[in-house]
């Protein structure tokens, strides 16, 4: 399964896209630009990089904030004084190879982070090249959002499926249809939790999720029909 998550200051969107194992992520998101417009920030991982998906999603208007693997090259193009600076990417084969989409390109470290995939730091490009209004440190800040994806996962795997619990149904039309209840009753879950945020005043990252998982089972039991995704 492969799922978008795209920051907006006027509205949120998401998107979700499933087969089966033998199908790769790269391939899954190349069909997620359908929900795409212009005002949207998209944020994905290192894996993703390259022209022919980066100019798909491009090409809806929305702007990219994506991290690049290690081995890239990115040439200095010109330097900015927060520390980015203008490259350009291509493709290593077919008719993209012979045009070049120009990046901007963030290089940083976190601090307290030890490991194999952060020994070099992190390095991510963007469609944002303007570094007045859009500088690198806020745009690196950003980026750590991406990470709770991970969260979500959890959120939907362990605490709204049940641990060790399989999807029952036999069939492939079912487990689809098992799936997108899933991820509908999250979505709703998530809407919950973000009107629960607003109305005090709260970063929504402070509402618990198995809090108002609870509270949801709970107003089902009690009175049906009065939660619906």
Request: aromatic residues 6%; glycine residues 6%.
């Amino acid at each position: 399964m492969a799922e978008k998550r795209c920051a907006s200051p006027r509205s949120s969107k998401l998107d979700a896209e499933l087969t089966g194992c033998r199908t790769g992520e790269v391939t899954l998101v190349g069909r997620l630009p359908r929900s795409l417009g212009p005002g949207q920030l998209v944020l994905a991982d290192r894996e993703f990089l390259g022209v022919p998906l980066w100019q798909a999603f491009t090409a809806t208007g929305a702007d990219l904030l994506w991290r690049v693997p290690a081995n890239r090259v990115l040439p200095v193009i010109k330097q900015f004084r927060d520390g980015s600076w203008l490259s350009q990417i291509r493709a290593s084969s077919g008719p993209a190879q012979h045009e070049p989409v120009t990046v901007r390109v963030l290089a940083y470290q976190l601090k307290g982070q030890v490991g194999k995939d952060t020994a070099d730091g992190y390095r991510l490009v963007t469609t944002l090249l303007d570094a007045r209004r859009h500088p690198a440190r806020q745009l690196a800040a950003l980026y750590r959002e991406r990470w709770e994806i991970e969260s979500v996962f959890a959120e939907i795997k362990t605490h709204q499926r049940g641990a060790r619990v399989v999807l029952s149904s036999k069939t492939p039309d079912g487990v689809r249809q098992q799936i997108w209840a899933h991820l509908l009753v999250h979505h709703a879950l998530r809407e919950l939790m973000l009107r629960t945020a607003a109305t005090r005043g709260l970063d929504p990252d402070r509402v618990s999720f198995t809090e108002t998982l609870r509270s949801a089972r709970r107003s089902v039991t009690v009175t049906p029909g009065s939660f619906s995704p």
